[in-house]
């Protein structure tokens, strides 16, 4: 073996990026390498995120980790996307789902047909041409062997981070159980060395990875990494979680619902709900935010309401030394589009596909900042989106988000869409076309044309081609099973 290939690798932290790392590197490169995690009963995770997208796919089939274990394990649901209400105006609402939209042509994506088709009064919503909006609609679900998975989970985090636990010591990973005090930097090459614990104990290290959450132990107390700040664009900064007994059948997506300064989250597990406010403090205290999500759930309560403080942004670099940021240590965008796991997962993947040596080459470092900065810029714009286009002017807060200045990158995107009808995915970019377009209608833009490709099609034609697919996915979505039932013949938890 490679004298200079690094051999032990420190993972600080076991929340869900704790134990996703460990999990990954344990059964993917655990062989050659001694992985330690640490971490301390002592300090709660946060507690939250256990909405997912259908990249999680990607992570399970490379963990090999079968999908009905994983939900059993979790009380896991199925999420074919997440319902925005009240976002575009009060009362109004549309759902952003995992699936693809209609059927397009060489020279025109789906909304040009369906385009012409609102100006002709001949359509439904967008998402009617969408097999997944409507079987969210519906409470129906499959799961369709051979064909693209466009759906994701609700799943307990405590109990998908004690899974991994379970795999990744599997594999050899060590736990360690102390809290961390002290960070020990080589004060010649900036590098961690060790990481100290209150039982006295001393880990040492040729890889850091940060997963100690927002306080960024490592990442920003030992190595002063510097954070950028996006509470202009994303000034929410505070939520209150809370958990209710859920006595309704289940439905198979998120619920984002918007209040006057943010919004409330309800997300379904098989046996609980979860549920919290997100706000932004400049316009709503901690008391009243805690009484509007209060006045807005349903069931018994299972846990006290818990506040979180966040800020909304970057650390500079993800990888700063021997030191790469996993989770809320490397920033947070806000909740809205459950793409932290996600990034976790890209963080963890792309670390092992840039494994350094002990000598931690800075060809690997830049390509890894780079390729995360990318995603989540564009993460960033597509929240950003969320916000900003609103026809809400019923708050200060919304007034705000309307009027702000927004990245130039999303303002080209919008010009884009509104002057010729299309949306584009850049490479490596997490959300597609569809996604834009199911955004940017739901949230009130509309095309000023459509592609004269459409007019290829008489009119009787269009209603054909639009009717069709319609009827089609109506027929299909029909015979799906009701997403509780299909739960319990597919991965009833055991604690129902
Ligand atoms: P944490 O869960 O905070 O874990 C930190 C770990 O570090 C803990 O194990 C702790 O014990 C340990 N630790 C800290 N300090 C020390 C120390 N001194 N010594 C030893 N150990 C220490 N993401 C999604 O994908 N979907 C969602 O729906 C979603 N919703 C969210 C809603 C809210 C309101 C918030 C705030 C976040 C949400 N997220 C969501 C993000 C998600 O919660 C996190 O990405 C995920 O939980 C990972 O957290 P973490 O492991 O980085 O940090």
């Known amino acids: 073996m490679n004298s200079s290939a690094i051999k032990n690798v420190v993972i600080a932290g076991g929340g869900t990026a704790g134990w996703m790392a460990a999990?990954?590197?344990?059964k993917l490169l655990g062989k050659n390498l001694n992985i330690t995690l640490v971490e301390s009963d002592l300090i709660p995770t946060v507690g939250v995120g256990e909405a997912t997208i259908p990249s999680l796919?990607?992570?399970?089939?490379?963990l090999k980790i079968k999908e009905s274990d994983v939900m059993k394990a979790t009380n896991a649901t199925f999420k074919l996307g997440i319902s925005f209400e009240n976002w575009r105006d009060v009362n109004q609402d549309y759902i952003h789902s995992f699936g693809?939209?209609?059927?397009?042509?060489?020279?025109?994506?789906?909304?040009?047909?369906?385009?012409?088709g609102k100006q002709q009064g001949i359509v439904s919503e967008i998402g009617d041409y969408c097999p997944e909006h409507v079987a969210s609609r519906r409470g129906k679900f499959a799961v369709i062997p051979n064909q693209d998975r466009n759906y994701a989970y609700h799943l307990d985090a405590g109990l998908y981070a004690k899974f991994l636990r379970g795999m990744a010591e599997e594999y050899g990973v060590k736990r360690v159980e102390g809290k961390i005090n002290q960070v020990n930097v080589n004060e010649a090459?900036?590098?961690?060395?060790?990481i100290a614990l209150d039982n006295s104990k001393v880990i040492e290290g040729d890889l850091f990875i940060d997963c100690t959450g927002f306080k960024g132990l490592l990442i920003e107390q030992a190595l002063h990494t510097g954070y950028e700040d996006w509470s202009h664009w994303l000034p929410c900064d505070s939520a209150i979680a809370v958990q209710t007994k859920i006595h309704n059948k289940t439905v198979p997506y998120t619920r984002s619902i918007a209040h006057k300064a943010g919004w409330q989250w309800q997300i379904p597990l098989q046996n609980r709900m979860g549920n919290g406010v997100v706000f932004c403090s400049k316009h709503l205290s901690d008391e009243d935010a805690k009484e509007l999500l209060l006045n807005n759930i349903e069931g018994e309560l299972l846990n006290e309401p818990r506040v979180i403080k966040f800020k909304t942004g970057t650390r500079r670099k993800h990888w700063n030394k021997n030191c790469v940021a996993v989770g809320l240590s490397s920033g947070f965008i806000e909740p809205l589009e459950s793409t932290s796991i996600h990034l976790i997962q890209q963080s963890i993947i792309r670390l092992m596909q840039n494994l350094p040596s002990k000598n931690m080459e800075q060809a690997n470092i830049d390509d890894f900042n780079n390729k995360m900065r990318f995603e989540i810029d564009n993460i960033r714009d597509f929240i950003v989106l969320h916000y900003h286009v609103t026809q809400r002017t019923d708050s200060a807060f919304w007034r705000y988000c309307?009027?702000?200045?927004?990245?130039e990158s999303l303002q080209q995107r919008i010009n884009f869409f509104i002057e010729n009808g299309n949306a584009y995915r850049t490479e490596r970019e997490l959300f597609g076309e569809t996604s834009w377009i199911q955004v940017m209608i739901g949230q009130g833009l509309m095309p000023k044309y459509y592609h004269q490709i459409v007019d290829m099609m008489s009119d009787a034609e269009l209603k054909g081609f639009l009717d069709n697919i319609k009827m089609t996915i109506e027929r299909r979505v029909n015979s799906f099973p009701d997403h509780n039932e299909f739960i319990k013949n597919y991965c009833q938890s055991s604690v129902m």
């Open 402 to 407: 309307k009027n702000m200045e927004i990245p």
């Open 189 to 194: 090459n900036g590098f961690i060395q060790s």
């Open 57 to 62: 796919h990607i992570f399970h089939d490379l």
């Open 23 to 26: 999990a990954a590197l344990g």
């Open 100 to 116: 693809y939209l209609g059927q397009g042509c060489w020279a025109a994506g789906f909304q040009h047909f369906w385009v012409k």
